[in-house]
């Protein structure tokens, strides 16, 4: 490791490009899973193109019912999202020029276009085996998952001790039901033997409770997340501050897990669409902001949808240290807003934030998302230490490599207390 001082732009600028692409990364929030998940961990030709975010991109150039595309088989839909979006048109949005970049990391002749290819060389290959070569293609180091105990499929997973195998991945307790959908987490809680009533009694709460440390304990989950509409208010006479304030803010303060919340979706504007069907919505960001400092002991993982309100919330990290912000969300995760985003939070916060995570749902997604965001992250930082250079301010690699690790890996784990 170099403690030489970089002497020219052109090395800083080689270096940082090198040390952004390399650096190894925990991806903080996604949607994959590790092998022993079976079925749940999606990977290959045929998911990557049935992708949620190129569906609804395929839909724009065709008549076709929907109810049509659900019948086809999952190889059916993706041949046809392949010919919509990569033959008669040119893959040139992030979803679709992804798909071409995790092509060509994989080696596979991109010239070709030929999908069969792709699918024939990919069958030869175990999902263990595309996890570790993805994993080290995309430097991944550690993933944290999105896990629900109400998940039929997930669930025994968890039961039978075999969640915890993999020690690559980590869990995230996903609590949207309880916060979003009241009745229906009533009956999942009530399936699981736990004593709850729609109505909000004591034995309700303390039930709740009751699950979340259970759960929390036997997935060895890093924090609890959720994600809100953009009309999430806080504090409010309503169901969700009373689960925040006497049933989740307890729990992790108890286990000392960060609450992680993601806001701004407004779910199945298009309800045809599925998955594909949810749209971004403004928020309040004055809901953290009263979470914050009434509760100055909890950590708070924050990220929001809507690009009109990420200046606002970049500042208000300015505010709280219990506060931190991570990644470009969803529609955010455009290369146009990723460096508009990953510019002011540096020029607010400097490195004191978790510029991207990835959302991934297909394992292969990692290379593309990963590769993307790393070459951005760090030409804006690049800019950064030039201009230090200019005033006579010299970093050393040793430096460069520091504050890529703190934004890509360490500052997530400091957050959470497990450094
Ligand atoms: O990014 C996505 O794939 C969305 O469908 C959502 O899963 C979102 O990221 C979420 O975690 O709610
Ligand atoms: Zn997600």
């Not at 390399?22 to 022993?36: C, I, K, N, Q, R």
């Not at 199945?268 to 009434?294: H, Q």
């Amino acid at each position: 490791m170099s403690t030489q001082t970089i002497a020219s732009l052109a090395d800083i600028k080689a270096t940082v490009d090198r040390l952004a692409m390399s650096t190894p990364v925990t991806d903080m929030h996604t949607h994959l899973y590790a092998p022993e998940f079976g079925e749940l961990l999606l990977w290959g030709i045929d998911e990557l193109l049935t992708y949620h975010y190129l569906i609804s991109e395929s839909f724009r150039w065709s008549e076709e019912e929907y109810s049509q595309f659900w019948s086809m088989t999952k190889r059916e839909q993706a041949d046809w999202i392949w010919k919509l979006l990569f033959i008669d048109h040119s893959p040139v949005s992030e979803a679709a020029s992804g798909f071409i970049t995790i092509l060509k990391r994989l080696g596979f002749d991109v010239s070709s276009r030929n999908l069969d290819d792709y699918r024939q060389a990919l069958a030869k290959r175990t999902v263990e085996q595309q996890v570790d070569t993805v994993m080290q293609l995309a430097g991944i180091e550690k993933i944290v998952m999105t896990n629900d105990p109400f998940d039929p499929v997930e669930r025994p997973v968890w039961l039978s001790g075999k969640g915890k195998t993999d020690a690559r991945f980590y869990a995230a307790l996903r609590v949207d039901a309880l916060l979003n959908d009241w009745d229906h987490a009533v009956k999942e809680l009530q399936n699981l033997g736990y004593d709850v009533q729609a109505e909000w009694s004591e034995r309700t709460k303390a039930e709740t409770r009751r699950f979340l440390s259970e759960w929390i304990t036997r997935m060895d989950a890093l924090y609890l997340a959720v994600s809100m509409p953009g009309d999430f208010e806080y504090p409010a006479d309503d169901h969700r501050s009373k689960m925040i304030d006497e049933v989740m803010i307890p729990v992790c303060q108890a286990k000392s897990i960060p609450f992680a919340l993601m806001i701004g979706v407004r779910r199945r504007v298009n309800p045809s669409l599925r998955l594909a069907g949810d749209m971004s919505m403004l928020s309040d960001v004055s809901a953290v902001e009263a979470l914050c400092r009434r509760y100055p002991e909890q950590k708070f993982l924050i990220t929001m949808l809507a690009r009109e309100n990420q200046h606002e919330l970049t500042v208000l990290a300015r505010k709280f240290r219990n506060l931190m912000i991570f990644g470009c969300w969803w529609f955010l995760h455009i290369e146009s807003m990723v460096e508009e985003m990953t510019r002011f939070r540096i020029e607010l916060l400097g490195t004191s934030m978790i510029p991207q995570h990835s959302d991934c749902r297909v394992f292969e997604q990692l290379i593309y998302k990963w590769e993307h965001s790393r070459k951005i992250i760090g030409n804006v930082l690049a800019a950064k230490y030039e201009k230090l250079h200019h005033s006579g301010w010299t970093v050393t690699e040793e430096e460069i490599k520091r504050d890529l690790d703190d934004m890509l890996n360490r500052n997530f784990w400091r957050f959470l207390g497990k450094e």
